[in-house]
């Protein structure tokens, strides 16, 4: 697996700066006005500069940080806020874990064929918040939550590191020990002991650990060895369609959870066949006798109710999962859901010629009832395309467009892509028409029309291009 990590630094107050931009500059602190009772909820680097803290009580935070902005609580901005994110990421995967607000784990797996390597997917993760969100991120990328959640910590606003695989170790072996997950008094008495690196704590006997700490001292030595078994779980604004069986005795052998696997894809194929449905992606849950959950997903492409893909792709799924102990519960999950016909290709309009005697179009339209019901075809009504715009447009001494205004702005062609003509258009009656498909210096594509009657251009975004172009 490989796991992203997006981590917005002080979220509500970037949120809130978003709303009054006036406050970029301030020291800010959220939580209410210096008066309430309650505690910080968040604030700014100018303000911890000042010694604020988080938890602190808002009277104290007064007096170390007179200058601040105090802003009262706003959850439900924090939440949409949240929910934009969410959106905002989804064309990278479906699987998204919100653990906090301005915090979020997305399944990077598999995604080389479509961004490239991982450097080159991070970048675009941080381009992506930056542009539609206009909030800064760091990203750490790596093959567990831990490690990404570090490289993402140590990383500045906007900007982020990848931690290739098989490296986690030895990347976080120099790390202080403060960034492990731990207690105050695990702290004091590793101190004691001369303990100060991340890389030390994986170098110390685990059973030492295990007497010393507990679980504690367990989880500790499995993070700092660069191990970190907790599955990502995804949050879906809809519950997918899901069934589970409970195993009466724990299973370690693929093939047995194979077989238990089939049962329910056979379930959920034939739910889905029943409603006329296709799913966009599949999860896979266990639980282990000793040990936690692990969990695995992948799309299925295009969206599928057919049982073998459904049992093969879950097979392929399980056979990811690293399970440490016998299987005990097995869970599989299918989601986005659609309607089948949007997966559904064409029909062909014509048959080979012993079927002409039939009339295709007859025969088309019934092919589209017979599937998707009398409804499916109504009948439509003449729709103008849209109407083109007049525009000022500068010309080179060939006559092709340079340059055009909009919105009193001078905008540049970079390159002219097509150039068709026409004698006549249904829109405009006689004279001849130069169509030209150019792009922009900002890489805007457009379609700009010279008539040649009244000599002016227009924009003319329903235009398509001729078969036969002059250039």
């Known amino acids: 697996m490989k796991i992203a990590y997006i981590r917005i630094q002080d979220f509500p107050v970037q949120v ?27 604030c700014s ?40 994110l969410l959106d905002t990421l989804s064309p990278y995967s479906p699987f998204r874990e919100s653990s906090a607000p301005g915090r979020i784990y997305l399944d990077a797996s ?10 080159e997917l991070l970048k675009r993760i941080l381009r992506t918040i930056e542009d539609e969100l206009k909030l800064l991120p760091q990203v750490g990328l790596a093959a567990n939550k831990f490690t990404a959640e570090t490289a993402a910590r140590l ?45 030390q704590v994986a170098e110390m006997p ?57 049962r329910l894809t056979s379930q959920l194929s034939s739910e889905l066949e029943a409603g006329a449905l296709v799913a966009g992606a599949i999860i896979v849950e266990i639980e282990q006798e000793y040990g936690g959950p692990l969990s695995a997903g992948g799309y299925l492409r295009p969206a599928s109710s057919d049982l073998r893909e459904l049992s093969d792709r879950a097979t392929g799924l399980l056979s990811t999962l ?3 102990s016998g299987v005990t519960a097995l869970k599989l999950g299918l989601f986005p859901l659609h309607p089948f ?68 702005t001078w905008g540049r062609i970079a390159t002219i892509d097509l150039h068709w003509r026409l004698e006549g258009d249904w829109w405009w009656g006689e004279g001849r028409k130069d169509y030209y498909k150019v792009v922009t210096h900002t890489g805007e594509i457009l379609v700009l029309l010279h008539d040649s009657k009244e000599d002016r251009w227009y924009l003319h975004a329903g235009a398509q291009p001729n078969s036969w172009p002059l250039t």
């Not at 601040?68 to 949240?82: G, I, K, M, T, V």
């Open 16 to 42: 809130e700066i978003l709303e009054n931009p006036a406050l970029r500059q301030t020291a800010v602190v959220v939580g209410g006005l210096p008066s309430d009772e309650g505690t910080v909820y968040a």
């Open 45 to 84: 680097p100018a303000a911890r500069i000042d010694g604020v803290q988080l938890g602190m009580g808002l009277r104290q935070a007064e007096q170390l940080s007179p200058k601040a902005n105090f802003l009262p609580l706003s959850r439900d901005r924090y939440d949409e806020a949240q929910k934009n």
């Open 110 to 119: 598999g995604l080389e064929a479509l961004y490239g390597t991982d450097d």
């Open 155 to 199: 990383s500045d606003p906007g900007a982020g590191q990848v931690v290739p695989t098989g490296t986690e170790r030895e990347f976080l072996a120099p790390l202080p020990l403060i960034l492990l997950p731990s207690s105050d008094d695990t702290y004091r008495l590793l101190g004691r002991l001369g303990i100060e690196t991340i890389g």
């Open 206 to 262: 685990v059973g030492g650990l295990s007497r010393t700490f507990g679980k504690e001292g367990l989880l500790l030595h499995s993070l700092a060895s660069g191990k970190d078994l907790r599955p990502l779980m995804p949050q879906f604004e809809a519950a997918p369609l899901s069934l589970e069986t409970h195993l009466e005795f724990p299973l370690e052998s693929l093939e047995q959870l194979a077989a238990y696997s089939d």
């Open 322 to 324: 690293e399970y440490a």
């Open 341 to 408: 016909h949007i997966e559904s290709k064409q029909l062909g309009l014509f048959r080979p010629k012993s079927f002409t005697h039939q009339n295709p179009i007859q025969r088309l339209v019934g092919s589209i009832q017979d599937r998707f019901g009398q409804s499916a075809i109504l009948q439509a009504t003449a729709v103008e395309g849209p109407p083109p715009d007049p525009i000022e447009v500068r010309t080179r001494e060939d006559g092709h467009p340079s340059a055009f205004v909009r919105g009193n």
